[in-house]
């Protein structure tokens, strides 16, 4: 279990505390698709000082939060480890994306160009709007520069070349003067 590198894993949820009585935690979903609790048979808690792979023995959604129950873990006692554990599954098990959708661990990191080659910066967080995900570029010795993420801006992203090439439309480097702190 340790010799999974982080690469390999893609974070679905932290648990956020224990849950009644009976081992079960309530966990705060980081995937653009809670449902996909539904079909989940294990996940892989990491809590910082050990990983460990879970079996889902039950579920159920309360709110915007998933409430888990897995086999061997059924006291309060035994789930209270688990506060604060952040739940990964394996890329096997992910969920398959449509064509120009990504996962953010292979987004992060990537140098951003301009059509024109200019470096922008590195991708550093994705913001979800209502309307799209935003890019937050963070730029050396200057504010982040934020770019939606529209077929329009992003020309294309290259995963294993380390490196997304953008479009800036017109007024989108004034309109980011003030940027992200």
């Given at each position: 279990?340790?010799?999974?590198?982080?690469?390999?894993?893609?974070?679905?949820?932290?648990?956020t505390?224990?849950?009644?009585?009976?081992?079960?935690?309530?966990?705060?979903?980081?995937?653009?698709?809670?449902?996909?609790?539904?079909?989940?048979?294990?996940?892989?808690?990491?809590?910082?000082?050990?990983?460990?792979?879970?079996?889902?023995?039950?579920?159920?959604?309360?709110?915007?939060?998933?409430?888990?129950?897995?086999?061997?873990?059924?006291?309060?006692?035994?789930?209270?480890?688990?506060?604060?554990?952040?739940?990964?599954?394996?890329?096997?098990?992910?969920?398959?994306l449509?064509?120009?959708?990504?996962?953010?661990?292979?987004?992060?990191?990537?140098?951003?160009?301009?059509?024109?080659?200019?470096?922008?910066?590195?991708?550093?967080?994705?913001l979800?709007?209502?309307?799209?995900?935003?890019?937050?570029?963070?730029?050396?010795?200057?504010?982040?520069?934020?770019?939606?993420?529209?077929?329009?801006?992003?020309?294309?992203v290259d995963?294993?070349?380390?490196?997304?090439?953008?479009?800036?439309?017109?007024?989108?480097?004034?309109?980011?003067?003030?940027?992200?702190?």
């Amino acid at each position: 279990m340790e010799d999974l590198l982080q690469e390999d894993l893609l974070q679905v949820g932290a648990v956020t505390s224990t849950h009644g009585l009976r081992g079960e935690v309530k966990v705060f979903p980081t995937t653009d698709d809670p449902a996909r609790y539904k079909k989940l048979k294990e996940v892989i808690a990491d809590t910082g000082k050990s990983r460990q792979v879970l079996k889902i023995e039950q579920r159920r959604f309360f709110k915007q939060m998933v409430i888990l129950k897995f086999a061997g873990i059924n006291h309060i006692d035994e789930a209270e480890p688990l506060k604060g554990a952040k739940l990964y599954v394996t890329r096997e098990h992910a969920v398959s994306l449509a064509e120009d959708e990504y996962f953010f661990a292979d987004l992060a990191g990537l140098r951003v160009e301009t059509e024109e080659g200019e470096v922008l910066g590195v991708l550093s967080d994705i913001l979800q709007t209502g309307a799209n995900d935003v890019y937050v570029i963070s730029q050396e010795n200057q504010k982040d520069l934020l770019i939606p993420a529209i077929k329009e801006c992003i020309k294309q992203v290259d995963i294993e070349g380390g490196r997304m090439i953008v479009h800036l439309l017109a007024g989108l480097r004034e309109m980011n003067k003030g940027g992200a702190e």
